[in-house]
């Protein structure tokens, strides 16, 4: 099993800068990839950014030149860069971490989830 911590949500105003944190732990040597997203009320959950094992990355389409994915080198803490941000921004957001085990089962984790609020 794989879990998630997320960590830096909070109150921001509009146009500051927040950095949320993703810390991975269990059998994390199985993780192929990891991403963001993010959920408002009453909305559908957001694809944000992914980054795979090997540094690949993508990002969502609304977010793509304001936030910035990266991740330590043990690749075991991802972290999400938020700059800009607009009360349109405000949700939960979520990370998750997409595995492969060796015998063959595929699993998505998921974490928690931290609360960003962004004010006018």
């Known amino acids: 099993q794989v879990q998630l911590v997320e960590s830096g949500g909070g109150l921001v105003q509009t146009g500051g800068s927040l950095r949320l944190s993703c810390a991975a732990s269990?059998?994390?040597?199985?993780?192929?990839?990891m991403g963001w997203y993010r959920q408002a009320p009453d909305k559908q959950r957001e694809l944000l950014a992914t980054?795979?094992?090997?540094?690949?990355?993508k990002y969502g389409d609304s977010v793509k030149e304001r936030f910035t994915i990266s991740r330590d080198d043990a690749k075991t803490t991802m972290f999400l860069d938020m700059s800009r941000l607009e009360p349109g921004d405000t949700a939960v957001y979520y990370c998750?971490?997409?595995?492969?085990?060796?015998?063959?089962?595929?699993?998505?984790?998921w974490g928690q989830g931290t609360q960003v609020t962004v004010s006018r």
């Open positions: 998750n971490a997409e595995t492969s085990f060796s015998s063959g089962e595929e699993y998505v984790y």
């Open positions: 269990g059998s994390t040597y199985f993780i192929n990839a």
């Open positions: 980054i795979t094992w090997g540094g690949r990355i």
